[in-house]
């Protein structure tokens, strides 16, 4: 039978989030195929993270270590995942299409002879072929591509393309096994260096669970300071379309679209913002939309799960004020 193999990201022995979304995705392509779901983690001292994907549906969990492997490098990452998938053959691995995952795939796929499919939203099994969903000309279109061949396969999955609340979990722990891989010296011929940012303080919205975003509608940079007290008071994180971070109103870590960062949140409240497509790509798959607009005809309404409509500065301080009622 064939395997499908998700390899989750961790970095310094932290599970990154989005790895429970690629594990929905292996479900659901293992559900649909009959194909064994196998997933493995691969660092220095990750037993803990094996341990805890092991309690999700999956067959076996392989925790791939090498002390090499820690702080993360390409070089290294890639020689321990050939290793291992030398030794243990996957039909079919997904991964979270993080910046750590695009910065060792290719090196991989291209040491292991084969291809890799990136940033997919969607997969189906149909006419005994897997089919994955890809985004076009930033948003505008979708493509449906499959590989050509027959053998191992790559793909990376956009994050919020599947829900992470929606892993199921196992009857039981899988089993899970240690695979030591000896990094020969003279692989690794980098020095780490600092963790890559998008900017000076950046912040990671991939992992906030509840996102503030706002856009021309506040109509002042001024004006931002009530976004983020309801972000404040919403425990979350303050994000802005692209027209905003153009200005400097705010720091381009904080923009979410095409050209800044996918986001998929449990609650997205967009402020202002019409809802151009190149923003819609970055957050439609958050998992509650709330959009305020005072122009009923505003595109973001078409995704928005609650539609506001009236305007921001009268609708904002009370909801202030009702979500710190709330919290006593």
């Not at 310094?12 to 594990?23: A, H, K, M, Y």
């Not at 072929?129 to 027959?150: C, E, I």
Request: with cysteine; charged share 20%.
């Amino acid at each position: 039978m064939d395997t499908i193999l998700v390899v989750v990201e961790q970095r310094e022995g932290q599970l990154n989030r989005v790895s429970w979304e690629t594990i929905a995705a292996g479900q659901a392509i293992a559900a649909q195929t009959g194909w064994t779901l196998e997933a493995a983690v691969v660092g220095s001292g990750v037993a803990a993270i094996a341990g805890e994907v092991a309690e999700k549906k999956v067959a076996k969990v392989y925790d791939v270590e090498s002390a090499r492997l820690e702080p993360y490098t390409p070089d290294a990452f890639a020689y321990a995942l050939q290793f291992f998938l030398e030794k243990h053959p996957a039909k079919l691995v997904l991964m979270p299409h993080t910046y750590q995952v695009r910065d060792f795939v290719p090196k991989l796929a291209t040491a292991l002879q084969t291809t890799a499919i990136s940033d997919v939203i969607g997969a189906r099994y149909e006419g005994g072929k897997l089919l994955f969903t890809r985004q076009m000309f930033q948003g505008k279109f979708v493509a449906d591509v499959s590989f050509a061949g027959s053998g191992l396969c790559f793909v990376t999955f956009q994050n919020g393309s599947f829900r992470a609340d929606k892993v199921e979990a196992g009857a039981a722990p899988a089993p899970v096994e240690t695979v030591n891989v000896d990094v020969p010296d003279g692989v690794v011929r980098n020095q780490p260096q600092e963790v890559f940012r998008e900017a000076k303080q950046a912040v990671d919205l991939t992992q906030a669970e509840i996102i503030v975003s706002v856009g021309r509608g506040i109509k002042e940079q001024k004006n931002i300071d009530l976004a983020r007290q309801l972000a404040d008071a919403l425990g979350g994180e303050l994000a802005a379309s692209r027209p905003i971070c153009d200005n400097g109103w705010l720091p381009m870590d904080r923009q979410v679209g095409s050209s800044g960062q996918t986001v998929a949140p449990k609650l997205y409240l967009a402020l202002g913002i019409s809802g151009a497509i190149q923003h819609i790509v970055g957050m439609k798959g958050s998992r509650s939309i709330v959009a305020i607009n005072k122009d009923s005809e505003a595109p973001i309404f078409e995704i928005a799960d609650v539609a506001v409509v009236g305007n921001l500065f009268d609708i904002v301080p009370a909801l202030i004020e009702e979500v710190k009622k709330a919290k006593g």
